[in-house]
């Protein structure tokens, strides 16, 4: 059952089949949420006020500031009239290496946005999954999102959310996240899973959205060699999961999908061979 704070009534007026009519529907809220570690603010997101310790995790994991869950010591939600500030206490290894990496990220800037740092960030190199043995049917990965789709509440009810989940052969859909940003969904997800106990390398991670660069990055940080989405992927996903060695499967609607990346690990009735050079 979804938390009432993921969506509120919104007055609204209709027009559907030529009849005009007033009433309300359920919009889902956005609120900035803030990660501080070590009391100093780290990022803020706009997002689902929902599973934030999930998202704390995750985000923690897939921004390259944690490893693995054991290295949180504390988290603690705080409340405000804006939003939400969560606050991430880390153990003193992990807590020296972000304040190093603060002070680097501190000096002067290239561009207008947020500097080198960061662009070298948005391209940075991500863990290879080309070793991995994981295989699913079509028939698995249709089951996947279908599971997906019935996972999430928020989303039935407001129309207006992404949803991330994580499909394990054999085991069906362990753990799904909900939220208006879609990679917020996949950091709630990663949290979630990693929270559970599962390895990100048993499972696929199956998405409602269109697969840009930074879903692939943050699929392999979790350690999911197949990523399958509703939508379609930009040019850059594809490379990038190539590089990664992770199969990237897309446009998942209904029986239909496609297949660009890595076609081995998915079994396919009628078909045999690779993809065309």
Same mark, same amino acid.
Do not use: F, W
């Given at each position: 059952m979804s938390n009432p704070s993921a969506y509120r009534a919104v007055k609204r007026i209709s027009r559907r089949d030529g009849v005009v009519s007033l009433g309300q529907r359920?919009?889902?809220?956005?609120?900035?949420?803030a990660f501080s570690y070590g009391g100093s603010t780290h990022a803020v997101m706009m997002a689902s006020p929902v599973d934030l310790e999930d998202f704390a995790v995750g985000f923690?994991?897939? /921004?390259?500031? $944690? =490893?693995?869950?054991?290295?949180? =010591? /504390? *988290?603690? $939600?705080?409340?405000t009239e804006q939003g939400f500030d969560v606050q991430v206490t880390l153990f003193d290894e992990q807590a020296d290496a972000l304040r $190093?990496?603060? @002070?680097?990220?501190?000096?002067?800037? %290239?561009?207008?946005?947020?500097?080198i740092e960061s662009i070298e960030q948005a391209v940075r190199p991500i863990p290879d999954v080309s070793q991995s043995q994981l295989s699913l049917s079509a028939d698995d990965l249709v089951a996947a999102m279908d599971a997906l789709h019935q996972a999430q509440p928020i989303f039935r009810r407001t129309r207006a959310v992404h949803g991330a989940g994580f499909?394990?052969?054999?085991?069906?859909?362990?753990?799904? @996240? /909900?939220?208006? %940003?879609?990679?917020?969904?996949? =950091?709630?997800?990663?949290?979630?899973?990693? @929270? #559970?106990?599962?390895? %990100?390398? #048993?499972?696929?991670?199956? !998405?409602?959205? @269109?697969i840009s660069v930074e879903m692939v990055q943050k699929?392999? *940080?979790?350690? #999911?060699?197949?990523?399958?989405?509703? #939508?379609?992927?930009?040019?850059?996903? $594809?490379?990038?999961?190539?590089?990664? &060695?992770?199969?990237? !499967?897309?446009?998942?609607? &209904? =029986?239909d999908l496609e297949i660009f990346t890595r076609p081995d690990r998915i079994t396919i009735d009628g078909f045999e061979g690779e993809l065309p050079g």
């Open positions: 359920e919009a889902p809220e956005e609120v900035p949420v923690s994991l897939t /921004e390259g500031i $944690i =490893d693995n869950p054991s290295q949180v =010591d /504390e *988290i603690e $939600i705080l409340q $190093i990496r603060r @002070r680097h990220m501190a000096g002067p800037v %290239g561009c207008g946005l947020c500097g499909y394990v052969p054999e085991k069906g859909l362990l753990a799904a @996240r /909900e939220d208006v %940003g879609r990679h917020n969904a996949l =950091d709630k997800l990663a949290g979630a899973v990693l @929270r #559970s106990g599962q390895h %990100g390398a #048993s499972g696929a991670v199956v !998405v409602t959205s @269109r699929a392999a *940080i979790l350690g #999911s060699p197949i990523l399958a989405a509703v #939508s379609a992927p930009t040019a850059l996903a $594809i490379e990038t999961a190539e590089k990664a &060695g992770m199969t990237l !499967v897309a446009l998942v609607r &209904g =029986d």
